[in-house]
DNA sequence: GATGAATGAGTTTTCATTCAT
DNA sequence: TATGAATGAAAACTCATTCAT
């Protein structure tokens, strides 16, 4: 026998986030649809307020859960057990495999950088959920000058920035990237090359000489 | 003599275009409204619909002019007087000023990609302001190898794309950055930073070695 | 005890439907003001969204509404157990009393036809409805024609037309009408001479000799 | 050498006209646009209003040209040099033909009809060209009844309604009658076939016995 | 006589949010 | 916890008409 679909407020809470994560990804904050989340979620849209309050409280949730699951994912990397040249290696290939699988997450900070980071600014949650990413890109640079195969003095978040620029920025802009340079982007082998010219270009910027 | 300010079409065109690309670019083509626009111009709402269509339009019509504008600037660059390092070194420089000096075309680009190029795609004006700079870039690659500078067999467009993922990406998300980093990445210290920062890394995936 | 006159989906369509008629019926469908027609149901426009989709599937909603009514009383005529003559002279007093009393539906008509018949065409409802009727008449000449007194072959449809044509194409047109030949055809006399002359020139067309 | 086609105030009002007619009759007054029908007349919309001063009123003279077009061709007929059976036939077969070929009349009535006939009412000119027509009917019944073909009292304008009203309804209401009957009554033998039954109708209702 | 730029009020439709049950 | 009816403000877009040249 079924179990009674109602009265489950977990259930009722993620249905609402999955939906809203969906909705907000494909139009963007602005052009998310309330009803549609609610329609999405296959619940009624005041639940959606009693849970989450109004509109930018929920893209705020969406915004946080998205930054946990991408962090998760990257602090699941072990990049401590990899040797550094490898650890770049697989910083690079997780940028691309993550935002191929999970576009959303781009699309959601897209979004985002259009609003001026206000719901982050606002999310405490967010705000201290990088100190460790940084420590640990900190910690493979470190071991790879240690071991006389990085350069010395590079600035983590600044090296950050760029790995994420290389990779992100193609895939986040690959529609315009797409439409300007007349080539689609998208397909497997086209993704792969960029992947290798990334790698290229990361482990250059790193390494001696 | 004050010129009198009625019945002008050009520059009644000129003021919506102008008005148009700040409310964009500010709110993103979702978030912009057709009244602040008309506001902005000093125009009847009615006008912007009699010259430009309707909002999509209008915003591809922004689009267009800035794009056209960039290309522009980039061509007044005279890369191929330069040599090859130094166009490089020009290039990159030109990346940080351009989009410092004009954010709003990169919040234009933002929110494009978030209607995933819809305009673009429509815009054979844009689809074909891309060569150019394509050859330009190329010239440049191919002058650095023949200079024995430069590495043999970079792609162009994957090397223009890393280009602007550098510059691009840093100013672009500024704010989920600074947000996240916890540090203001929009003071002029730590935009020279991150330019050195760029320059270091181009230069290192062109160069021989 | 009031009923409270909140929350009550079935009184508020049946309200919006009500003002839609009379809004519709008043200024056909283009003249007619989806304001006006709130306004008439005392509802929120909203409402009239949620409920009826678009002005043009309230205008079917309302038709379709409009078409059952007719028919419906139609039925209840009971023609069946009339004799043919009988038969026939009730119909024409039907079409002048149903018409004169209800002349929201003939400018309904005369709106949708200046619409092509648009929302007829797309509403299934509407085009399944008639062939009961057509039955009926058909079966009221079969009997006069077994009983002698009326003529044979009498294609029902042509017939039904003509019926409605004399009486109907008075009244639907009772302004121009009145306007062109300077009398005043809305009287009770004007519409009983009539509708004397109308029962005489379908019973003409239908009898022997 | 072509005579310039500038400044012609005769032609401009004609081609004015014609396209107001086209757009009136296509949409009905309300759904008329002002900007089309100087479009279509390839004239500068403040031409219509300098020659006809506004809507209302270019529909008030499109409707004064259409009655005249039509009375016009109504007194071609020469009735009176016709037998008086052969003279209903005449009308008849002209109310067809004239409606078929000139379906904007009916459909600028049909919108006349749903305004009240507002315009009509302002008219002098339409409100004194029906007498001439009544009198040609009654010249005719009057003929008839003398040569013991026709019954007698038969009201002229009474019958002029039933004439018009057993055609013109088939033809103005074409498009509901199509869809609530489900067959296409704009096919050439489905318009004769109603013709051939109108003139029985007709014939019927005027002849003795 | 002719052009087309300009206007203001209005029209349909949408949206985030709240209320009553 | 859950439902869906109800709201008011605002969104994009349209229209008849007038003004400046």
Redesign the interface.
């Known amino acids: 026998m079924e179990k009674p679909a109602k009265r489950n407020a977990a259930r009722t809470k993620a249905q609402i986030l999955k939906a809203a994560l969906g909705e907000f990804s494909e ?2 904050y ?2 998310a649809r309330i009803d549609a989340i609610a329609k999405r979620a296959n619940i009624n849209k005041q639940m959606l307020y009693h849970y989450f309050g109004n509109k930018d409280d929920l893209f705020q949730s969406v915004l946080e859960q998205s ?1 946990e699951k991408i962090r998760r994912h990257e602090a699941e990397l072990k990049l401590a057990d990899l040797d550094p040249i490898e650890a770049i290696q697989e910083l690079v290939k997780f940028g691309f495999s993550y935002h191929s699988k999970n576009p959303e997450f781009m ?1 959601l ?6 609003q ?2 206000v719901h ?2 606002k999310s405490d949650k ?2 201290h ?2 100190k460790p990413l ?1 420590e640990i890109i900190a910690s493979v640079l470190k071991r790879g000058e240690a071991d006389g195969v990085f350069r010395s003095n590079i ?1 983590p ?2 090296f950050y ?2 790995l ?3 990779t ?3 895939l ?12 689609d982007m998208m397909t497997k082998s086209a993704i792969k ?2 992947q290798d ?2 790698e ?2 990361v482990l ?2 790193v390494r001696c ?1």
Chains 1, 2, 3, 4 share one sequence.
């Open positions: 139009f963007g602005q052009g930054y699309r900070l897209n979004s985002e950088n259009l001026r980071a982050i600014k967010i705000r959920m990088h940084v600035d978040v600044q920035i760029t994420v620029g290389v992100y920025f193609y986040s802009n690959i529609h315009t990237l797409s439409a300007i340079f007349d080539q090359e960029r010219h990334c290229e270009a250059r910027l000489q």
